[in-house]
């Protein structure tokens, strides 16, 4: 009997990487623009994603893939409401999307005849970060109520994505928030990260986060 | 939660190595997690002693090497690691950092018997 060290050196997720990479020309092969919605329950996924249809049905056409842990269609039933076309994905308790629910989503819109597609992932701020799904961009929505702290407290999640939506602006005067203390955090974690302070609720702000969508739907075309 | 998903991975890529070097049994798997990735070891090994019985990983030992989050100060190129709660460079106070390591979240190696 003989011993032996094998060097790996491999990412624990390459499967789920390498699937999502095929998702990604899937959609570049469509010139889709896609985004994967991230956030705690509560922050405002459904919201933003039905106010964005709703400014931009007339002229883009979206599909949207509903993540949620149980079989409620309630999301899936607002976004067809709402004038897009929607997948309801159940990830059967999972407590985020993985690629390969996304090409499952995928595989059933009618993807020659969208433009943007938006993933809502499931309400967690722990891993969904971690699970590469092949979209265009990353988003995470933060919100006041939530507090200041999340940057700190939950790393990886501000470390794993490129956009971020600081939601429910309009509630800052009833809740102690400090801006400089949540912003701080996001840029020592994510230098990069551009972000959106907007209110679904009163629409502020939603001008620039509308404009930034249809700047990059301009360079998929 | 997600440490079910992760743990299936680890199984499968440590099974897939260990196959092309027709091992007859894995005894250690090594794993490098950073600082800023999110994974709970005793929820990992929880997982693992289910998955992995009756295969040839069934009584592997999983050592996490633990990253620490290294940042670089673009002000003053001061080195420092993160504490528990992530802070500015405790040198000249700037959020103006970059991470250098703390996102790993990697297989490093196996030891197998053949």
Same mark, same amino acid.
């Given at each position: 009997?003989?011993?032996?060290?094998?060097?790996?050196?491999?990412?624990?997720?390459?499967?789920?990487?390498?699937?999502?990479?095929?998702?990604?020309?899937?959609?570049?092969?469509?010139?889709? %623009?896609?985004?994967?919605?991230?956030?705690?329950?509560?922050?405002?996924?459904?919201?933003?994603?039905?106010?964005?249809?709703?400014?931009?049905?007339?002229?883009?056409?979206?599909?949207?893939?509903?993540?949620?842990?149980?079989?409620?269609?309630?999301?899936?039933?607002?976004?067809?409401?709402?004038?897009?076309?929607?997948?309801?994905?159940?990830?059967?308790?999972?407590?985020?999307?993985?690629?390969?629910?996304?090409?499952?989503?995928?595989?059933?819109?009618?993807?020659?005849?969208?433009?943007?597609?938006?993933?809502?992932?499931?309400?967690?701020?722990?891993?969904?970060?971690? %699970?590469?799904?092949?979209?265009?961009?990353?988003?995470?929505?933060?919100?006041?109520?939530?507090?200041?702290?999340?940057?700190?407290?939950?790393?990886?999640?501000?470390?794993?994505?490129?956009?971020?939506?600081?939601?429910?602006?309009?509630?800052?005067?009833?809740?102690? %928030?400090?801006?400089?203390?949540?912003?701080?955090?996001?840029?020592?974690?994510?230098?990069?990260?551009?972000?959106?302070?907007?209110?679904?609720?009163?629409?502020?702000?939603?001008?620039?986060?509308?404009?930034?969508?249809?700047?990059?739907?301009?360079?998929?075309? | 939660?997600?440490?079910?998903?992760?743990?299936?991975?680890?199984?499968?890529?440590?099974?897939?190595?260990?196959?092309?070097?027709?091992?007859?049994?894995?005894?250690?798997?090594?794993?490098?997690?950073?600082?800023?990735?999110?994974?709970?070891?005793?929820?990992?090994?929880?997982?693992?002693?289910?998955?992995?019985?009756?295969?040839?990983?069934?009584?592997?030992?999983?050592?996490?090497?633990?990253?620490?989050?290294?940042?670089?100060?673009?002000?003053?190129?001061?080195?420092?690691?993160?504490?528990?709660?992530?802070?500015?460079?405790?040198?000249?106070?700037?959020?103006?950092?970059?991470?250098?390591?703390?996102?790993?979240?990697?297989?490093?190696?196996?030891?197998?018997?053949?």
């Amino acid at each position: 009997m003989a011993t032996k060290k094998v060097t790996i050196l491999e990412n624990i997720l390459s499967a789920n990487d390498q699937l999502a990479e095929k998702n990604r020309s899937l959609l570049d092969h469509h010139g889709i %623009f896609s985004i994967n919605i991230m956030a705690s329950p509560g922050a405002g996924k459904t919201s933003l994603i039905l106010k964005t249809i709703d400014i931009l049905k007339k002229t883009v056409r979206i599909g949207v893939i509903e993540g949620d842990t149980a079989a409620v269609t309630i999301d899936a039933d607002r976004v067809i409401a709402g004038g897009a076309y929607a997948v309801q994905i159940n990830t059967g308790g999972n407590c985020h999307l993985d690629s390969s629910m996304i090409e499952a989503g995928l595989n059933q819109l009618p993807l020659e005849q969208l433009d943007l597609i938006i993933v809502e992932n499931v309400g967690n701020l722990v891993c969904p970060a971690a %699970f590469d799904l092949g979209t265009s961009i990353r988003a995470l929505i933060a919100s006041i109520p939530e507090g200041d702290d999340k940057p700190y407290k939950y790393p990886g999640m501000y470390r794993g994505v490129d956009v971020l939506i600081l939601n429910k602006i309009d509630l800052k005067p009833y809740v102690p %928030f400090n801006d400089d203390y949540f912003l701080n955090g996001v840029r020592l974690l994510n230098p990069k990260l551009q972000v959106f302070p907007l209110s679904c609720k009163t629409e502020e702000g939603m001008d620039s986060w509308i404009e930034w969508i249809k700047g990059q739907l301009k360079k998929k075309v | 939660m997600h440490e079910l998903s992760v743990t299936e991975n680890i199984l499968k890529i440590t099974l897939e190595y260990a196959e092309k070097e027709k091992a007859t049994k894995v005894t250690d798997i090594y794993l490098n997690i950073g600082q800023l990735s999110s994974i709970v070891d005793d929820s990992v090994k929880f997982y693992w002693d289910l998955i992995a019985k009756d295969t040839i990983c069934e009584s592997a030992k999983l050592t996490f090497n633990r990253i620490p989050a290294r940042m670089s100060c673009k002000s003053c190129q001061n080195e420092y690691n993160l504490g528990p709660e992530p802070g500015p460079c405790p040198v000249c106070g700037s959020y103006d950092v970059l991470v250098i390591s703390g996102d790993e979240f990697q297989m490093d190696s196996i030891n197998i018997e053949k």
